[in-house]
């Protein structure tokens, strides 16, 4: 099917939302999925296989967003597909096609659990595992399997430019995941003896913030933290190419590309409990539970009806903005452009 219509656009608004779930949420209204009644389109449960809850959560984040749900309903997949790893992104191209195109409210993502298991057998043990960790094999798996290689053709400069290109023939790897979720951070980094200035670039797929340790903060405040200078002392100072020994350096990073969804992981288990307040452009998060313990659930706008949704392994129940708003994050993907209904193949 095909729609014209589209989600507003934010300038970075919140998109999705990964929570770990706390006792607020029992006091919403929620339905156990039964497979006896037609689900929407995207709003489906996953049933829980044994502390899986980080998972599911994951998963369902992964599931809403509609690029991505596109890419793989449409089968854009299939001709990009590396024989040698597919098994992980086939697996979750079923797994997709069951959560948005079946008839049950709920299904078990064993199958993909199981493929993702061969590879990192961690996560077929009845133990709770980080979700930040799991979102990062999962993008990566999904990469490998998707890439195509790409070679650059070579740069000109013009002569006497300040810049000039060293690279020649570099063979670069591009996929639906890089084009997604890559961004590129910039380091600047200055020996404070000679005061001699390097860079530095580094990709990234999730952002991980720290959080200041006041009471109260805005997202605003963990990115300033993440984002401000820092000074390397000591035995972590930095060896200089022009002082040819190791000096302390003041270190300030920057954002040189962002992605189209950018993924913030907040550092809550630092800190015993911290109020995150936000911006017109967010939502207002708090965080309970500490490491050795807890459940993770997803918040999901839908495309389809522009509601938000809270999973809860087979729970799934709407919730109004507000509720949204309360809800304790971990994870947080923003959108710097609005998406469109996805496309589904005939």
Same mark, same amino acid.
């Given at each position: 099917?095909?729609?014209?219509?589209?989600?507003?656009?934010? *300038?970075?608004?919140?998109?999705?939302?990964?929570?770990?779930?706390?006792?607020?949420?029992?006091?919403? /209204?929620?339905?156990? &999925?039964?497979?006896?009644?037609?689900?929407?389109?995207?709003?489906?449960?996953?049933?829980? $296989?044994?502390?899986?809850?980080?998972?599911? &959560?994951?998963?369902?984040?992964?599931?809403?967003?509609?690029?991505?749900?596109?890419?793989?309903?449409?089968?854009?997949?299939?001709?990009?597909?590396?024989?040698?790893?597919?098994?992980?992104?086939? &697996?979750?191209?079923?797994?997709?096609?069951?959560?948005?195109?079946?008839?049950? *409210?709920?299904?078990?993502?064993?199958?993909?659990?199981?493929?993702?298991?061969?590879?990192?057998?961690?996560?077929?043990?009845?133990? @709770?595992?980080?979700? %930040?960790?799991?979102?990062?094999?999962?993008?990566?798996?999904?990469?490998?399997?998707?890439?195509?290689?790409?070679?650059?053709?070579?740069?000109? =400069?013009?002569?006497?430019?300040? %810049? #000039?290109?060293?690279?020649?023939?570099?063979?670069?790897?591009?996929?639906?995941?890089?084009? $997604?979720?890559?961004?590129?951070?910039?380091?600047?980094?200055?020996?404070?003896?000679?005061?001699?200035?390097?860079?530095?670039?580094?990709?990234?797929?999730?952002?991980?913030?720290?959080? /200041?340790?006041?009471?109260?903060?805005?997202? %605003?405040?963990?990115?300033?933290?993440?984002? @401000?200078?820092?000074?390397?002392?000591?035995?972590? %100072?930095?060896?200089?190419?022009?002082?040819?020994?190791?000096?302390? +350096?003041?270190?300030?990073?920057?954002?040189?590309?962002?992605?189209?969804?950018?993924?913030?992981?907040?550092?809550?288990?630092?800190?015993?409990? +911290?109020? $995150?307040?936000?911006?017109?452009?967010?939502?207002?998060?708090? =965080?309970?539970?500490?490491?050795?313990?807890? =459940?993770?659930?997803?918040?999901?706008?839908?495309?389809?009806?522009?509601?938000?949704?809270?999973?809860?392994?087979? #729970?799934?129940?709407?919730?109004?903005?507000?509720?949204?708003?309360?809800?304790?994050?971990?994870? $947080?993907?923003?959108?710097?452009? /609005?998406?469109?209904?996805?496309?589904?193949? =005939?």
């Amino acid at each position: 099917m095909t729609s014209q219509r589209s989600l507003p656009a934010d *300038d970075f608004g919140i998109y999705y939302v990964l929570a770990e779930c706390t006792d607020y949420y029992d006091t919403l /209204p929620v339905k156990e &999925a039964d497979g006896s009644q037609p689900c929407s389109q995207g709003v489906t449960g996953l049933r829980n $296989l044994g502390n899986t809850c980080y998972m599911n &959560a994951i998963l369902q984040c992964l599931c809403s967003i509609s690029p991505l749900v596109e890419y793989f309903l449409s089968g854009k997949y299939i001709t990009a597909l590396q024989n040698d790893c597919s098994e992980v992104a086939t &697996a979750f191209a079923y797994l997709m096609t069951d959560m948005w195109l079946g008839d049950s *409210d709920c299904v078990s993502p064993e199958i993909f659990r199981s493929a993702l298991g061969n590879l990192y057998p961690a996560f077929t043990k009845k133990t @709770q595992q980080d979700a %930040q960790e799991f979102l990062i094999y999962v993008l990566n798996e999904l990469h490998e399997a998707l890439k195509k290689y790409h070679y650059p053709r070579r740069r000109s =400069h013009e002569k006497g430019s300040a %810049q #000039r290109c060293c690279r020649k023939w570099i063979t670069t790897e591009t996929s639906v995941i890089t084009q $997604l979720f890559e961004g590129q951070l910039n380091y600047s980094i200055v020996c404070l003896k000679c005061e001699k200035c390097t860079y530095k670039n580094e990709v990234f797929t999730v952002l991980s913030l720290p959080i /200041p340790s006041e009471y109260e903060c805005s997202l %605003q405040d963990c990115l300033q933290c993440f984002f @401000q200078q820092d000074t390397l002392t000591w035995n972590n %100072q930095i060896h200089c190419s022009f002082c040819e020994t190791k000096q302390e +350096t003041a270190v300030r990073a920057g954002i040189s590309k962002a992605p189209k969804i950018i993924i913030f992981h907040l550092k809550r288990f630092l800190l015993a409990r +911290t109020t $995150l307040w936000g911006h017109p452009c967010m939502y207002m998060c708090n =965080h309970f539970g500490d490491l050795d313990g807890g =459940h993770y659930t997803a918040f999901c706008k839908n495309s389809f009806t522009q509601a938000w949704y809270s999973f809860d392994d087979t #729970r799934v129940s709407e919730i109004p903005d507000t509720s949204v708003q309360n809800a304790t994050a971990y994870l $947080l993907f923003y959108s710097c452009q /609005p998406f469109s209904i996805p496309i589904q193949k =005939h």
